[in-house]
């Protein structure tokens, strides 16, 4: 196999409403320390005639919903759609062409954010009541023509992880590992499938509760893992992170599919530019040919010094969105009519940590929206971690 050396940077994908601040700058300072993560490109098993095989692949891949509408959505986090704030998103979905909402079902900490009335993820003691009435929620949302999408975070599940320290990594001691975070972050085991089932089960309960479509985000290992891999104690198999995460992946869809749901998975918009992120288990093709949906997170802030031929891509936001599509287009390439629909998060937040960032406003989300356009892209959705997006964009 050959090993190359990629300049991989961690990039946020999903933040706690409480902790906006301190995560991210946690994230962009886990980014700079994995410049020198080794990226591990595998290669498939060779049938007897020699052509390669991947036991991944779907044999076949149909949208459960080929009517969906074109996404131009935003985040929300529970606690907005659950208080106040939810009437200000609700007549910024009115006043522009944005029709979706990407909520917390399962957020970044672990806790399922309202009751499902499932006894056996009752009897978990992970949910936390923070939408207090889901139905009367998707009756707004319906009212208002908003497409719903349920955001899972899957694999970094603090709350699982003290519960179950059996489902999680172990330090040397027997206490769960967590990152360097304050608090810190821990992580479940992806190689164990009692987890796989454990997240699906709140999928199903959300495509119950009418949600379209489920968003898998932190479909990953812990940042960094390559690092300590061999020093903690969890459970595994012969699979390779990678198989483990995309298996996961594929499963998840085998199992929400015959529902009517569709399967979206955020990622690393870097993933697209390199071969394999072995290290956390993140295949770009794998993950992406058993989805409906790729949601590559290509915030300009997230990429360092001279990509797509920028000194600050921050400060370059067309020419860094326009290089991360070309690269997220030539990934696809191959997988021909299993290519998902690709619908990238992009960047609503001024990234005060870049040294020689620039102010975000009207002009610099409307340059990354003119950049997906021009390569042919026309669904994204706009990250803001406290949920205050621009005013007066044309979308």
């Known amino acids: 196999m050959e090993l190359l050396v990629a300049a991989l940077f961690m990039a946020w994908s999903g933040v706690s409403a409480d902790h906006p601040d301190a995560t991210f700058e946690q994230m962009v300072q886990a980014s700079l320390d994995s410049k020198n993560a ?5 290669q498939p098993a060779a049938t007897p005639n020699g052509n390669p095989e991947d036991p991944l692949k779907p044999a076949v891949k149909l949208d459960p919903q080929k009517d969906a509408p074109a996404v131009k959505g935003i985040y929300a986090t529970a606690h907005s759609v659950g208080g106040s704030r939810m009437n200000t998103l609700l007549k910024l979905m009115d006043d ?15 806790y399922i954010t309202y009751d499902t009335g499932n006894p056996a993820l009752l009897a978990m003691e992970t949910t936390q009541k923070i939408i207090p009435d889901v139905g009367k929620l998707m009756s707004t949302l319906s009212e208002h023509d908003v497409y719903p999408i349920a955001r899972i975070v899957v694999f970094k599940d603090t709350l699982l992880a003290k519960k179950r320290p059996d489902l999680s990594f172990l330090n040397a001691d027997g206490s769960v590992w967590g990152n360097s975070k304050n608090p810190p972050d821990s992580f479940v085991n992806p190689y164990k499938k009692e987890v796989w089932d454990y997240n699906i089960e709140v999928a199903k309960e959300a495509v119950k509760a009418g949600f379209k479509e489920i968003q898998f985000d932190y479909v990953r290992f812990p940042e960094g893992f390559e690092k300590r891999a061999d020093s903690l104690k969890y459970d595994k198999d012969d699979r390779t992170r990678i198989d ?12 929400l599919a015959p529902l009517g749901a569709r399967v979206s ?8 530019s390199v071969p394999a992120a072995e290290g956390i288990g993140q295949d770009f093709q794998k993950i992406s040919q058993n989805v ?10 997230h990429y360092s010094t001279g990509w797509f031929g920028s000194k600050v891509p921050d400060a370059a936001p ?9 690269d997220t287009h030539k990934k696809l390439e191959s997988l021909q009519e299993l290519k998902p629909v ?3 998060w992009i960047q609503d937040f001024t990234a005060t940590w870049v040294p020689g960032h620039i102010r975000y406003g009207k002009q610099q989300i409307e340059e990354q ?12 959705l706009l990250w803001n971690a406290v949920n205050t997006y621009t005013p007066d964009v044309d979308y």
């Not at 080794?38 to 595998?42: F, G, K, M, S, Y």
């Not at 929206?369 to 994204?380: C, M, P, S, T």
Request: aromatic share 10%; hydrophobic share 45%; glycine share 6%.
């Open 38 to 42: 080794i990226v591990q490109q595998t």
């Open 96 to 110: 522009t062409e944005l029709n979706a909402m990407v909520i917390d079902v399962k957020d970044d900490w672990g």
């Open 244 to 255: 483990a995460v995309a298996e996961f992946v594929k499963y998840a869809h085998e199992q």
């Open 265 to 272: 998975v955020d990622i690393f918009g870097y993933a697209a």
């Open 292 to 301: 409906d949906v790729i949601c590559p997170m290509i915030y300009p802030s």
């Open 318 to 326: 067309y020419a860094t969105i326009d290089g991360a599509t070309k």
């Open 342 to 344: 690709v619908r990238p």
């Open 369 to 380: 929206i003119r950049a997906l356009k021009d390569n042919g892209v026309e669904e994204f």
